[in-house]
Every structure is written in structure tokens, then in C-alpha cells.
């Protein structure tokens, strides 16, 4: 892959809800291959493993939508 | 689509900070918070073209950094508070590959009675055969990522901007005012276990 370098990126992204919502949807596809109807019910049935980085990622764009 | 925005904020300023360390030490990778209805909360990352990448060292070696950030109302004014870290050294050109890697530290304010706040995990097995290293959490203090980008620096051999010795130098200096700004040593109970 090339590398990428992005000195002109913002400093701040804002999102919606719904943006955050197909964040979240992409991240649990390629972390999980699930939906993410389906990683927020697995998270509420404590059924997520709890020692995945991109399962703590995709919590914590979970929390920024709350 | 997400929109940029660009108030002067005390995340923003966070956020320059450790851009200007990045950007001064290593690459061009550019953090950047990420912001939703969450009033108080931010996601600091690399996040470029809609997906998540690594800071990059070179063309083979990055660091995964996450951080979920509250900003907190103090006296003296707003203040930037660490809800959790991720920070993954891994060894791969390619910057949204998290599956080289080969440490990774972790730290959750909130706490979790099953494992350290503050814990390391590497990339490895014990020579018996009988422990995975990634699955054991070796606890730690609560480190700095100037203490991550240190470890890079003078044990991984990754192209910088500057020498060796000015880097240490910087990231001390900086690593200083990581303890300075803490506010856990002062107001949480002791972190156990």
C-alpha cells in the first residue's frame, strides 16, 4: 500500500449520528464481520470479546454518538 | 459527510500538540479528534479517507494510536481527560494493518476487575509452549506516548527528522509535562489492580 501522509487534514472531523452509525457499521464488517445492529447487541449481551483493540475502538465511536 | 470544523478548542490544541510532536520526531501522519453528539467526548487518531490508520515511522514500522478523551471542567479551566489509550507498535508498510504487530498497551480509566487499568500485551509465545503473551496483561503504570515514541526511537532504529539524542531530548521534556498535567495522581483513588 502507498503511504499516505496528510498534513493538510483538519484537526477536528465532526460527525453525526447516523455518519457514526456507518462508521460503526464498516469497523465491526472488517474487525468482526458483523453489522453494527449486531456488535451493539453483542455489546449489550456482554457477548464481544473484551480483549480486541478494534472492539474498544468501535465502543468508544459507540459512546461519541450517546 | 463529515464536516470539519475548526473552533479553538482545548482538544484542538491537545491534538496540535501531539501532531507537532509526530510531524517534528517522524512523519507527516496527522492525528485528528474525531467529534459526534457527545458533547464532551472525542476520538483522537489517525483517520484518514474514512478509515482508521497508523502513525507512520518509516516504511515498514507504525504505531495504532487511539484515545478517547473527555474534556473536563476544572477551576483553573478546561482540561483534557484520557478515558482510555490503545497504542500498537506494529511492523508492516502497510499503515491500517493491525495484525503485525508486535506490542500493545492499553489503559482504561473506568477499570475492569479482570485486568490492570494499565497493562501491556505483546506479540508472542513462551518458549514451553504454554502462554500467550497476547493474551496475558502485564500491568503497568499509566505510561506517556512520548514513553512509546522513546522505545521506538532508541530501540527499533526507525527513520526520524532529527537525531537520536534530540529526540530523547524532546520526548523527555515532553514526557515531563505528561506528569505535570496529570490530574489521576492526584484526584482518583489508587489504580489496583
Known sequence: MRAVTAKNTPTEIEFTAEELDQLVDQESLAALGIKGSEFKRRLMAGELPNDNPRVREIIALIKLAA | ?193
Request: hydrophobic share 35%.
Open chain 2, 1 to 193: 459527510m463529515p464536516r470539519n470544523v475548526h473552533p479553538l478548542t482545548v482538544v484542538q490544541l491537545y491534538t496540535d500538540y501531539l501532531n507537532g510532536l509526530v510531524n517534528g520526531l517522524f512523519s507527516d501522519s496527522r492525528l485528528v479528534s474525531l467529534k459526534g453528539p457527545a458533547p464532551s467526548l472525542r476520538v483522537i487518531a489517525c483517520f484518514q479517507d474514512g478509515a482508521f490508520k497508523s502513525i507512520e515511522f518509516g516504511p515498514a514500522a507504525h504505531l495504532f494510536f487511539h484515545q478517547l478523551v473527555e474534556v473536563i471542567e476544572r477551576p483553573g479551566g478546561q482540561q483534557v481527560q484520557v478515558q482510555s489509550y490503545t497504542y500498537i507498535f506494529g511492523l508492516s508498510p502497510d499503515r491500517e494493518d493491525q495484525s503485525a504487530w508486535l506490542f500493545r498497551y492499553e489503559y482504561e480509566r473506568a477499570g475492569n476487575p479482570d485486568k490492570p487499568h494499565a497493562h501491556l500485551h505483546v506479540n508472542g509465545t513462551h518458549g514451553t509452549g504454554q502462554f500467550d503473551y497476547d493474551k496475558l496483561h502485564f500491568p503497568t503504570g499509566r505510561i506517556s506516548v512520548e514513553q512509546v515514541f522513546a522505545h521506538v526511537v532508541l530501540e527499533h532504529d526507525v527513520p526520524m527528522r532529527v537525531s537520536k539524542a534530540e529526540a530523547v531530548d524532546r520526548l523527555r521534556e515532553s514526557h515531563a509535562g505528561f506528569y505535570e498535567r496529570r490530574t489521576d495522581l492526584r484526584l482518583d483513588p489508587p489504580l489496583f489492580p
